[in-house]
């Protein structure tokens, strides 16, 4: 068997930026699944794309399949071989049914006894064969949120298809899409080397490709345009203000990256820097530069997908371009300033939330009293700041910046209070009750945004429940699961000792006239979802699931609490005893299942110096245990139940709980009940492995 080298190419119209990675991976996946099923192998793949190619490589590739072996069980034994040991009819009609000699014939252990197996052996057929099938599929495979047909064809891609190349050992792949044949010509860059180019291997391929202006692989483009944008800022004497997620859309919008940096008039640095920011990158894909003091220059870097004939012709029509932004910018700011933030609040009750949850100053009406009584929770110096940061925070929403610039809200929204001369605490929460905006963001800076993100967040959770707007699958409309986890690491990360249930419950009371189920069964609902976030956020920070599970199980209210109990038990694991401790527990807890609960415990009743010492140890651990856990001491806690572990181990070594006599029974149960439930109060250790 011999290893040959595979090359796929699959050229296009330009394909989305976004679409082209998702194409790669995807591609790769297919191609490993379709190889492994057809017991082909291979190693060495890799995958490579720009806007108006996709390609796979794989750089050895066994030319044909494994053989396989195949196995076919037919009648037992007994059918099979008469007394003497020769084969009955039923033995010699299985084996031709399988077109194998009687004599090959084999006997296997089965479930239901010894069984005649007839094994058959088939050759792999040549890949060459199975790539002509194979290849078509997996192209046709390859997943896109949108594809399309073209011209008089009958399949769909992302973008038409007008060309592919396919080599396996240096020879064509033949197979045709549409009346598409695959061939040995790439072509190269659209505008700069637009021939066609024949190609033998890859190596032919990437050297071919970069000389008609191309660079194929991904993450050397990456790497062109991130030094070429280094010196280019380094021309003004800037530093470009990072942004991966644009520098990966770029290099996907680019075949043969080349930088080029403009400029702007200083005026505009006026505007805040985020706007003139967010003009260039979401409108643009420019790249906003900085001085060594953090300040915005009145600079932008670009990359252009070819080298222009004439760079300052390009430069200064990217310049036109980027001054229509910020004049636009420039006149809506002006003009919404003329009208103070406060007297926008009004406007919002145009401005439809949902349908069935109101408008945004219905919202803002009912996040601003759960806030009033969040604040009192955490600290009623602050009320006014949030009252006010509550009430002013969504008034940007009706701003013409806003509505030019969808992604600023909140950022106008705190630069117009700082010009009107809000309270400082109230502008950055104006900003901040949005975060955080995304999974890893940062968490607001302030209480007073805490408490108004807090409350904006549970607001829209608990009013989608009750209105049956619920996260299915991959669809959340609303963020819901972003807003409960934005809520879970506020909540643990400001160490504020917030009831969720209280939190849930007074957000609900403020919605009653539009909730369409039960609040009851909404907080149920609710809790439960924010439960499941919590568990997904611990197992991703590598907490053990059995420890979670313990611990909510019996408790799941304050985060900030459960969170200590998940700490403390998951140190205490590692204590010596401590697994001797959870057999204790689960003895226990296995005696008393099926009995009643509310039992008494009678001392005079203990007949054994065993039992007498379990319950003297137990009245001292509850003792300092009640007093722990008011105090929240969970590792101490821990510690003083632990000392009850040699007075459990002789209890059930040498005392028999479930004797005939029903006092003693009872008695004994009791105590098991009263240690068990002590216990509980921490975690449900059952649960532990």
Not at 405 to 417: D, N, S, T, V
Request: net charge neutral; proline share 5%.
């Amino acid at each position: 068997m011999q290893m040959k080298e595979l090359l796929l190419e699959i050229g296009t119209e330009e394909i989305p930026a976004g679409a082209v990675p998702q194409a790669l991976s995807g591609l790769q996946e297919l191609f490993q699944k379709e190889f492994d099923t057809h017991r082909i192998d291979f190693e060495g793949i890799q995958t490579f794309g720009t806007p108006r190619r996709i390609v796979l490589s794989a750089e050895r590739v066994a030319d044909r399949q494994r053989d396989e072996e195949i196995k076919k069980i037919g009648p037992s034994k007994m059918a099979g071989f008469d007394a003497q040991g020769l084969p009955t009819k039923a033995a010699i009609g299985f084996a031709k049914s399988q077109s194998v000699p009687v004599e090959s014939l084999t006997v296997v252990q089965t479930e239901k006894g010894e069984y005649l197996c007839a094994i058959k052996k088939e050759p792999g057929k040549a890949t060459m064969d199975l790539l002509s099938l194979l290849l078509p599929k997996i192209i046709l495979s390859i997943p896109f949120q949108k594809s399309m047909r073209w011209a008089e064809g009958t399949i769909r891609f992302a973008r038409p298809i007008h060309w592919i190349l396919c080599l396996f050992g240096g020879e064509v792949v033949p197979f045709q899409l549409d009346k598409i044949e695959s061939g040995t010509v790439t072509y190269g860059h659209r505008f700069m080397a637009p021939a066609p180019i024949v190609v033998r291997d890859l190596k032919t391929y990437l050297v071919k490709t970069r000389e008609a202006f191309v660079i194929v692989d991904p993450v050397e483009r990456k790497k062109s345009i991130e030094e070429g944008m280094i010196r280019e800022a380094a021309k003004v004497s800037g530093r470009v203000v990072r942004d991966e997620a644009l520098i990966e859309e770029v290099n996907f919008l680019v075949e043969y990256p080349y930088p080029l940096c403009g400029s702007f008039d200083e005026t505009f640095l006026q505007l805040p820097p985020e706007v003139v920011i967010h003009s260039m990158k979401e409108h643009q894909r420019y790249f906003p530069l900085m001085g060594d003091h953090g300040q915005l220059l009145p600079h932008f870097l670009f990359i252009s997908n070819l080298i222009p004939k004439d760079k300052v012709i390009v430069v200064k029509g990217n310049e036109r371009v980027l001054k229509a932004r910020l004049s636009d910018a420039a006149f809506f700011f002006k003009e919404d300033l003329k009208i103070p933030l406060e007297k926008r609040v009004e406007e919002l009750k145009k401005v439809i939330f949902q349908a069935k949850l109101g408008t945004s100053y219905e919202k803002v009406m009912r996040f601003r009293r759960l806030a009033a009584y969040i604040v009192e929770q955490v600290n009623p110096n602050l009320r006014e700041a949030v009252d006010r940061a509550a009430l002013l925070c969504k008034a940007d929403l009706v701003t013409g910046m806003v509505g030019e610039f969808p992604k600023l809200q909140g950022i106008i929204g705190r630069e117009f209070a700082k010009r009107s001369g809000e309270d400082p605490q109230v502008c950055d929460a104006i900003y901040e009750h949005y975060l955080p905006a995304f999974s890893g963001d940062r968490l607001p800076s302030t209480p007073v945004g805490d408490i108004v993100s807090i409350a904006d967040k549970m607001d829209t959770i608990v009013g989608c429940f009750g209105v049956g707007l619920l996260p299915t699958g991959t669809a959340d409309p609303f963020g819901l699961r972003r807003q409960a986890l934005g809520i879970i690491r506020i909540l643990l990360e400001k160490a504020y000792p917030l009831s969720l249930v209280e939190l849930i419950e007074e957000s609900g009371k403020g919605l009653e006239e539009k909730l369409e189920r039960p609040l009851a069964e909404v907080k149920v609902d609710v809790l439960e979802f924010f439960r499941v976030r919590y568990q997904n956020f611990l197992i991703d920070q590598g907490f053990p699931f059995d420890v979670i599970d313990a611990v909510l199980s019996t408790s799941f209210d304050q985060l900030f609490d459960v969170q200590q109990r998940i700490d403390a038990l998951r140190r205490a694991r590692e204590w010596e005893d401590f697994e001797s401790i959870v057999i204790g527990f689960k003895r226990a807890m296995n005696i008393l299942k099926g009995m009643p609960s509310e039992k008494k415990i009678n001392p005079s009743l203990f007949s054994e110096t065993a039992e007498k010492n379990l319950y003297q140890a137990f009245l001292k651990a509850k003792e300092k245990v009640d007093v722990l856990l008011h105090q929240r001491d969970y590792s101490a806690s821990l510690l003083e139940m632990s000392r009850m572990k040699k007075a459990i181990d002789e209890f059930f070594d040498h005392v028999m709980v479930m004797v005939e006599e029903e006092r003693l029974r009872t008695n004994r149960l009791a105590l098991l009940d009263a240690i068990g439930k002590l216990f509980l109060r921490f975690a449900d250790f059952s649960k532990l492995t």
